[in-house]
């Protein structure tokens, strides 16, 4: 074959006043056929008289998707300029696959139309689709209530194996992490007082300032945000997979409540947990801001300890237990939430997950900030 | 057929996710201890069908009356009560991931019954048996092959004894030996516990191999498009579109053609 052979040409041709002839030549194989649309659409410009488009293929060595696309694409364009076709030129290949693809006639089955959707439609379809959401989170509480109310007179299918197991796997299980994030939170809210404090020789209330601050904010925060992105996930992940693989439905069908029996047993045991989570984490927040002051300051552990015990009050203590076991419930809730509403995809399932950890952690934060306004003005 | 042959009725069924319509008008009647398949090509809501019968997605309009009463007037708590008489096998098999085998087949006991744990142990053993399970008990459904997964979940249907199993198509991934004895085993069922099998498939050897009675849905007039049995259907149907379905288009052309 001659080395110009490989070289894909095409031409566009005036046959007569009313045809347009595309010749193509060489080999296509892998190789692209450059401004082919445009010529096209530039020779039916200029001469509004044509009424047909041919093809001449006799040159052509070799062809692949690309260029059966390319010509697919030149078909759609005669069409819109109302060209009458002649695919008698075409490779034969190439006009099955066309034909296959519905781009020529002649294919048997119905062809599903896309149906456009309108504007208004869509803003519509949103719309409610928001209101939904919304009324779903309403009612999942409502669900939840409802499975409690039953749980509380005996009647719930709910097995405390189960919430048990969750229970470790939530508590326990997570005062590694748990412990790691709070004794850094301590460090560093202990380095940041001592270098300010130490200005105006008041470096002793570094242990004041660690305790209130672990106590009334960064014990639950920090623990809720990391019960968020390890539990609330794992459960929206646990539920949309049993969601994916019909064990919801299947326990549906058993007449078998799936509030009951899977989202209240994780309910209740990140209730339960978090608060032991608080304080653990309360704990280790001080140990992380008593060895700042003991390296850093020279602080005994002594002084640390009384200093730390007149600062906290029991009301700031209560309130961060009440706070995190809140927390507990909002990850237990949006994970719980997000895991039952997700769709039978693997990729909604990775959705629900992320939906969940982003709910929790934003709920986490708007509510601590509702907690500091009612607090401040309760005097708490 | 008369009102005490009558298992399950399908009233006047309409179907829809949002805008888009899956079924409507579609209605039949369940011959008490028949095998009901219900059929039709992809996309034409076998499974919504199915969905809506065992309490899963709730009809747009129509019913479905089991034993002459009404399932969807039901309140929940009614509704869930009636569910206790079904069983029903999906098409993964839809084990608890988390509990053993036994587990699985043992959970609707201890929810709905007062036996004793040795009793409950026995027929899990037994169901487990009747599927060809047994010694699996304490397998994890991720250590089980399709198939076996499949006959837990079947075991796991069977496990109150129920009046109607449903299956949703319980040939999907079986080679053709396990699938002609899943349809043995659901004759023997039949025979054996008298249930009403009702079967979404499309799997045709299977479907003429159980089925006493069935209706093809269709996806263009998405309604009901011809009821019967499926070899009378297959060779004496008006419908050329119906026959070209029971014969895979083999003798009256493709079936768009109709």
């Known amino acids: 074959m001659p080395e110009t052979a490989s070289i894909p040409v095409l031409v566009v041709e005036h046959t007569s006043p009313e045809v347009l002839l595309i010749r193509i030549s060489g080999d296509c194989l892998n190789q692209p056929l450059p401004q082919c649309i445009e010529l096209v659409r530039e020779a039916s410009k200029e001469s509004p008289a044509i009424r047909y488009l041919e093809f001449d293929t006799t040159g052509l060595h070799g062809w692949d ?65 928001r209101y939904e959401g919304t009324i779903g989170l309403f009612t999942f509480l409502g669900q939840n209530l409802l499975a409690l109310g039953n749980l509380l007179r005996g009647q719930a299918q709910f097995r405390w194996n189960d919430a048990l ?21 301590g460090l560093i809210l202990a380095f940041v007082g001592a270098t300010e404090l130490s200005r105006f020789g008041a470096s002793i209330y570094v242990a004041d300032l660690v305790g209130i601050a672990a106590v009334r904010e960064t014990g639950s925060i920090m623990t809720g945000i990391i019960l968020c992105g390890r539990t609330g996930a794992a ?18 069908t058993f ?46 552990p002594e002084i640390y300890w009384n200093r730390t015990i007149e600062a906290i009050h029991l009301n700031s203590f209560l309130l961060g237990i009440v706070k995190g076991s809140f927390f507990g419930f909002l990850v237990a809730y ?45 005097h708490i | 057929m008369n009102a005490d042959d009558t298992k399950a009725e399908i009233r006047n069924l309409t179907m829809a996710y949002g805008s888009y319509l899956v ?67 999906f098409q993964s098999g839809a084990l608890w991931s988390s509990m053993t085998v036994a587990e699985n087949v043992e959970l609707p006991l201890v929810e709905y019954t007062d036996w004793s744990p040795g009793d409950r142990r026995d027929v899990v053993r037994l169901k487990l048996a009747l599927v060809g399970l047994e010694g699996f008990e304490a397998y994890y459904p991720s250590e089980l092959s399709g198939g076996m997964r499949k006959r ?71 309604t009901v498009r011809a009821q019967g049995n499926p070899r009378e259907l297959r060779d004496h149907s008006p419908d050329s579109k119906v026959r070209a379905f029971l014969t895979r288009g083999e003798f009256t052309g493709p079936a768009a053609t109709t």
């Open chain 2, 23 to 89: 079924m409507r008008n579609v209605s039949a009647r369940i011959k008490r201890g028949s095998v009901f398949v219900i059929m039709g090509e992809s996309g034409a809501g076998k499974s919504t069908l199915l969905r809506t019968m065992v309490g899963l997605q709730p009809p747009q309009e129509g019913d479905v009356l089991y034993d002459g009463r009404s399932f969807w007037e039901l309140d929940e708590d009614s509704r869930r009560v009636e569910l206790r008489k079904f069983g029903v096998l």
């Open chain 1, 255 to 300: 007449g078998i409540s799936p509030m009951e029996f899977l989202v209240l047993p994780r309910m209740i045991a990140l209730i339960l947990m978090m608060p032991f989570l608080c304080v653990f984490a309360n704990f280790i927040t001080m140990v992380g801001g008593f060895s700042v002051s003991a390296t850093v300051l020279n602080v005994t």
């Open chain 1, 65 to 129: 998707s690309r260029f059966v696309a390319l010509i697919s694409r030149c078909i759609t364009l005669a069409r819109d300029h109302n060209l009458e076709l002649r695919c008698e030129g075409l490779p034969e290949g190439v006009r099955r696959l066309l034909r296959l693809a519905q781009i020529l006639p002649g294919r048997l089955d119905a062809h599903r139309g896309v149906v456009k959707e309108r504007f208004l439609q869509k803003v519509g379809e949103r719309a409610i689709a």
């Open chain 1, 165 to 185: 197991l969750i229970m470790e796997e939530s508590g326990p299980r997570a005062l590694g992490i748990v412990a790691m994030i709070n004794f850094l939170i």
């Open chain 1, 235 to 252: 459960f929206a992940a646990q539920l949309g997979t049993m969601r994916v693989n019909e064990e919801i439905n299947a326990l549906e």
């Open chain 2, 152 to 222: 837990a979940g079947l075991a796991r249907a069977m496990a109150l004894d129920p009046e109607i199993l449903f299956f949703d198509e319980p040939s999907s991934g079986l080679d053709p030996i396990l699938s002609r004895n899943l349809d043995e085993l659901m004759l023997e069922l039949r025979d054996s516990l008298g249930a009403t099998l009702i079967v979404v498939s499309h799997e045709l050897a299977s479907i003429f191999t159980i089925a006493d009675d069935s209706i093809f849905l269709d996806s263009e007039s998405k």
């Open chain 1, 334 to 378: 949006t994970g719980c939430l997000r895991g039952m509403q997700s769709g039978y995809t693997a990729a909604a399932v990775g959705e629900a997950a992320t939906r969940a950890v982003v709910a929790g952690i934003s709920a986490i934060i708007a509510s601590d900030g509702i907690f500091a306004v009612l607090c401040n003005a309760l």
